[in-house]
């Protein structure tokens, strides 16, 4: 089945860097993209940016430009969404999405079981 | 940037209800207008795409309507299990943002 799984729950100190992966199986790798989505504790959903894992090619949010690296290795599945720079308010639950489509819409689904970055001195 | 906007923010409801969850778009994005459910320390999941396709595996209590800038997500006799946060999405254009969510409390 179409599965992704993300790696494990981080722990950084200000100003260091993250990088989370997930790995995808059960489908074409480089036929969907994969988006990055985040939920700080108690809040909404956050939309980062997206992959392209057939080119590379990478779309990010205005808020996470220069900050936020997306990448994929097409070997071994998998994609990574690096943020450097960390900050408290980086806190939060930081989801993987791949993207289905027909001719006339898109969505998410599904999600990776998400990855707690924890941001503290 | 598209701006989504839901009503409301909290409901309380009970077992059997029939309830409705509003999503209203800042322009037109025709029917890129997606459907979540969220339950406490897990991942969203997704029941209605393309505004009113229910996704595979999802209970027919849970339909979508709407097109180009206001869309409602119906529960049609709300189960225990349907107690959690909606969010809506829209996939229209980048930045493809979410609605703020609408957490569903039981009565």
């Known amino acids: 089945q179409v599965q992704l799984v993300q790696s494990g729950a981080e722990v950084k100190k200000p100003g260091a860097s993250v990088k989370v992966s997930c790995k995808a199986s059960?489908?074409?790798?480089?036929?969907?993209?994969i988006h990055w989505v985040r939920q700080a504790p108690g809040q909404g959903l956050e939309w980062m940016g997206l992959i392209n894992p057939k080119d590379d090619s990478t779309t990010y949010a205005q808020k996470f430009q220069g900050r936020v690296t997306m990448t994929r290795d097409t070997s071994t599945t998998t994609v990574y969404m690096e943020v450097s720079t960390l900050r408290s308010e980086d806190t939060a639950i930081y989801y993987c999405?791949?993207?289905?489509?027909?001719?006339?819409?898109?969505?998410?689904?599904?999600w990776g079981q998400g990855t707690l970055v924890t941001v503290s001195s | 940037d598209i701006q989504m906007t839901q009503s409301p923010s909290s409901l309380s409801a009970s077992v059997g209800d029939r309830v409705t969850i509003t999503c209203r778009a800042s322009?037109?994005?025709?029917?890129?207008l997606n459907w979540y459910q969220q339950k406490a320390g897990r991942a969203p999941k997704l029941l209605i795409y393309a505004a009113s396709s229910l996704q595979s595996g999802v209970p027919s209590r849970f339909s979508g309507s709407g097109s180009g800038t206001d869309f409602t997500l119906t529960i049609s006799s709300l189960q225990r299990e349907d107690f959690a946060t909606y969010f809506c999405?829209?996939?229209?254009?980048?930045?493809?943002?979410f609605g703020q969510g609408t957490k569903l409390e039981i009565k």
């Open positions: 999405a791949r993207e289905g489509y027909s001719s006339s819409s898109r969505w998410f689904d599904p």
């Open positions: 322009q037109s994005i025709s029917t890129y």
């Open positions: 999405q829209q996939t229209y254009s980048t930045p493809k943002g």
């Open positions: 059960g489908y074409t790798f480089t036929s969907f993209y």
